[in-house]
């Protein structure tokens, strides 16, 4: 199924992050907003390492990005993809991640798991010059990881942003 990105980027030009994952699940493109899938782990670990309370709405999302300068994308434009499944990707196309970083502060790319690690080093890493930390998924289907782990993993990003 032919895939285009409808979520815009969440920024601001003082975001020091860029936090980016392959493309918007079906949930998230059904909801509008991203990691929108119930069990998607991302927004209970950003909040709890951020020490804040869960954001339960789209507003309070980015809310807390915005607070803690995180900026939040995609590496994908659009695609061909089954389902929710980053492995059957096909015609991958970027985004323009040079847009945020001339408006922004961000220094750092962080990417949520490997899919979106090869996505980004092949086809935007030449255009941004700025290496990409890989996190791993926070998604349902990472049961390879504890949510501990996954927490653990991501304090990483507090030493940019703090």
């Not at 059904?30 to 909040?47: C, D, L, T, V």
């Not at 220094?107 to 996505?119: D, M, N, Q, Y």
């Amino acid at each position: 199924m032919k895939v285009k990105h409808i979520l815009k980027p969440v920024y601001t030009k003082d975001s020091k992050i860029l936090i980016l994952g392959t493309i918007p699940s079906p949930k998230s493109r059904e909801i509008g907003f991203y990691y929108a899938h119930p069990q998607n782990r991302f927004w209970k670990i950003i909040s709890e390492l951020l020490h804040e309370k869960y954001p339960e709405t789209k507003d309070d999302k980015i809310k807390l990005l915005n607070n803690y300068n995180i900026a939040l994308w995609d590496v994908l434009e659009s695609c061909d993809i089954n389902g929710a499944s980053d492995s059957t990707i096909k015609n991958p196309k970027p985004n323009n991640i040079n847009k945020i970083l001339k408006e922004t502060n961000i220094k750092k790319i962080f990417v949520t798991g490997k899919k979106a690690e090869s996505l980004y080093n092949k086809l935007c890493y030449p255009k941004t010059n700025i290496p990409c930390v890989c996190l791993p998924s926070t998604s349902p289907a990472n049961c390879a990881k504890s949510y501990e782990q996954l927490k653990e993993e991501y304090k990483i990003i507090l030493k940019d942003i703090i």
